[in-house]
Structures are given as C-alpha cells and as structure tokens.
C-alpha cells in the first residue's frame, strides 16, 4: 500500500469512512523525496528510540520505523487509530499512543520507551499547534536530543532569526537558546494532501545539552524577554516596567548603564546573550523578581 499516493489516501478514508480534519491541521504528505529526506536528516538509526508526533495515516511512521530501533508515535485523532493498526501492522518495533501531544509526559514516554540515549522527535507538525509543541518539547533538553519537524516556512524562518530581523522574536530566543537551528529543505504545497496555504519546511533542532549562554535565572530571563517582544516598539525600561509587576524604569536604566547600552534602547535589538548579562543584572536585586 503506497501511502503517498493521492488515490490510495482518498481510498483509505472512503472505506474508513473519514476525511482530512481541518481542526487537527491534517496535511498528509504525498511527496517520496520529502519523506525521505525527513527521515535521512533526522539522523535516525537503529540505536534510536523516535518519538513522531501526529502519524496520520501512517506514512512518515513507515520509514521511521524501517531506521530506527523503536518508534512512539502520538496521535489525537481516535478516527485514524484503526487505519494505522492496518497500514502499520508490519512495523513491530511501532507503538501508537492516542493522545494529544500537550497533555502527554514526555518523560514517562521516553521512561518507558526510551532505551537511555535520549529521544529523537520527528514530526510534520499540525501547523496550528506549532509553536506550543516545539516549546514544550525545548521543556525536555536532557531527555531529547533532535527535533526534525516540518512547519510553516515562515515559522522556521522566525525560529532561525537573529536581532535585526522583523522575525525575530520570543519563538527565536526560545529555540536558540534550547538548540541550534537548521534549516533543512523549503517544502511546496503540492508534496501534501490535502494542499495547505502555506510554504513549508524541514527544520532540525539539535537541542543543547550545555547552555550556550550564562544566565542566573532561565526563567526570569524568558518572561524579560516575552515582556520585551509583547511591546518591542517601546523602549526597554518601558516594555519591562509594563510588563514585569515591581520592576522600575530606574532599576532598568542601571542595569542597562553597567552594560554600556542607552536607556532608549529597544529590546528587539538585544541578542540572546545580552538578554542573559541584563537578566543576571536584574537578579542581583532580588525584589525585582517577582
Ligand atoms: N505524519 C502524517 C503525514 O506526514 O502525512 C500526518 C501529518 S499532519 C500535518 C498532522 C498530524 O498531527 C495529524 O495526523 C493530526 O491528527 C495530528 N495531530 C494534530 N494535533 C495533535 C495533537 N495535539 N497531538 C497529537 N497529534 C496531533
């Protein structure tokens, strides 16, 4: 059964009795090459353990299963979970979960799935959930080790966005904090069934397993900057003082003097490393964390 085949999907769901769900982002690919090359730049071999989030109807989850040691994969839509019981009942190393990514544990996933090495995640991501998944995903830096996934083009290009850039922002920080991005391939709309409206593609995640950055306090360092892009067309002292309760414009405009920078400065053009030296700046006074 040829998987990527417009006719053999339209087949599949009139004897299933279902049809492509807008809702759960549904975009089935339909091109050999792309698939191959997901999985050829996943890195995937048979010491892996892959977590593939949304199987669908089981294409991507076919290759995956043919490299790697063992695949999970995690699917929301109970509709497909008999049509993958058919299309992947040769793949004895596959295990499906129905459930919706968000409210799984990834780490209970890879406590009994994994086989200690860390997970490898390979995805082409429902593209309404995009951002969410990936950030929760970031969440488990020592436990995963790539994420392989296709998203809308202009998602990657904001993952991969510097200072400067009218794409950089928050999603940027995030991923380049937790990982080093890279794009692997842009991606048509017609390699899917049905076609999104959208341009894609294949980026990889080689996630971090040493911060590339000293910062006192991850944490208050991320909601500096979410504070920050909320308002990036205001001036730093400004975007923080709207948006982190008990921080002043004063405490601010130090921090910012110490590192040399004016105090009209604006966010947006910070690098991640200076995100770091302000935030470490600000901790020393422990009442602005709040
Ligand atoms: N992997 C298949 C392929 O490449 O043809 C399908 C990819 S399709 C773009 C996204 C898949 O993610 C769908 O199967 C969809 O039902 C599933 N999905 C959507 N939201 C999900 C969620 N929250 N948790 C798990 N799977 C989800």
Redesign the pocket.
């Known amino acids: 059964m040829n998987l990527s085949d417009g006719r053999v999907i339209r087949e599949i769901m009139n004897v299933y009795g279902i049809s492509a ?1 807008k809702k ?6 339909i091109d050999d090459s792309v698939l191959d090359e997901i999985v050829e730049c996943s890195t995937v071999t048979r010491e892996d353990t892959v977590l ?6 089981g ?3 076919r290759r995956l299963s043919a490299a790697a040691g063992r695949v999970v994969a ?4 109970k509709e ?1 979970i008999p049509v993958l019981a058919e299309t992947l009942k040769e793949c004895e190393n596959t295990d499906i979960i129905n ?4 409210n799984c544990d990834i780490r209970e996933i890879y406590e009994k799935y994994g086989n200690g090495t860390g997970l490898k995640v390979t ?5 309404y ?1 995009t951002t969410p998944i990936v950030l929760k995903l970031l969440e488990y830096s020592d436990i995963i080790n790539t994420i392989t996934v ?1 998203v809308q083009k202009e998602v990657a290009v904001r993952m991969q966005a510097g200072p400067g850039s009218k794409d950089y922002g928050a999603l940027s920080l995030a991923v380049q904090y937790y990982s080093e991005p890279t794009v692997v391939t842009s991606v048509s709309p017609d390699s899917f069934y049905p076609s999104p409206a959208v341009d894609s593609a294949v980026i990889r995640l080689d996630v971090r397993h040493d911060a590339c950055v000293d910062v006192a306090d991850p944490d208050y360092m991320f909601r500096i900057i979410r504070a920050t892009f909320n308002m990036r067309r205001k001036t730093l002292p400004n975007a923080l003082c709207s948006g982190i309760q008990g921080l002043t414009r004063e405490r601010v405009g130090e921090a910012l003097d110490v590192m040399g920078k004016q105090r009209t400065v604006r966010g947006e053009t910070f690098t991640l490393g200076e995100f770091a030296e302000l935030t470490t700046l600000l901790c020393d006074s422990a009442d602005n964390k709040i």
């Open positions: 769900q759960y982002g549904q975009n089935f690919l593939e989030i949304g199987p669908g109807l294409a991507l989850t995690v699917e929301i839509d497909l459930a919706d990514i968000l995805a082409n991501l429902p593209y959930i296709m």
